[in-house]
């Protein structure tokens, strides 16, 4: 590299390539802001300040959910990041609200130059009244009442080996084969079993009978008690 070169690049940039620079990062800028805009209608407004003119900073607006336009100053955001630098480049995802009320979740964007000035800010705005009301339908679709029906309703299909299951599961609770079990305890498992459905099922009172060593009067009987 030559000692021309080296002078070249060691030079201070000219106000016309600081705003050549600035106008390519505007552009840029606001392309990416009407692709934002059109990807979420009237859901997202996207804006795009000029940091650089501060009394008409609005340069672009997709989606006027906010009521602005072209020409508009300037929020009291941007005119923090014009006075400091040291303003944070990105805010993400913070509480706002528009003029009519609506809440909405904000993220802004500071775009800074090669000399580290703001000259740019990319504002997005979700309207999240809608999605609000949305999750209030759900929350309402989803909830249950507190109290349950009299019986336990299960919403699988009963089957004749379940029944025999749960009659021998009840049995061993309380220390006896269903054969063995007494009248009361029998009684109880045959009005547990009705309740629950499985004497609807074809054959049921058929295997109730066998496991249990009984009639079916028996079993009838049972459920008059």
Do not use: W
Not at 33 to 40: K, L, Q
Not at 59 to 75: I, K, Q
């Amino acid at each position: 590299m030559s000692g021309a070169e080296d002078a070249g690049r060691g030079a201070p940039r000219s106000a016309a390539q600081s705003g050549s620079e600035d106008e390519v990062l505007l552009r840029e800028a606001e392309k990416i802001v009407t692709a934002i805009g059109r990807m979420f209608p009237g859901l997202c407004e996207a804006v795009l300040h000029d940091l650089r003119h501060p009394d008409h900073a609005v340069r672009t607006v997709e989606n006027h959910l906010s009521g602005r336009r072209t020409g508009d100053p300037a929020t009291e955001l941007g005119l923090a990041r014009i006075a400091d630098p040291a303003y944070p480049e990105v805010l993400q995802n913070y509480p706002n609200r528009f003029p009519d009320g609506r809440p909405a979740k904000s993220t802004s964007i500071g775009i800074k130059n090669s000399e580290g000035t703001y000259v740019a800010a990319v504002c997005l705005n979700l309207d999240v009244s809608l999605l609000s009301t949305l999750n209030h339908g759900l929350t309402e679709l989803l909830r249950t009442q507190e109290h349950r029906p009299p019986v336990h309703e299960t919403l699988h299909a009963r089957t004749v080996d379940e029944l025999r299951t749960v009659t021998e599961s009840f049995a061993a609770a309380r220390g006896a084969t269903p054969r063995a079990l007494a009248t009361a305890d029998r009684t109880t498992l045959v009005r547990t079993l009705k309740d629950q459905g499985f004497l609807e099922l074809k054959g049921a009172v058929r295997t109730l009978t066998g496991l249990l060593g009984v009639s079916r009067a028996t079993v009838y009987n049972d459920l008059r008690r």
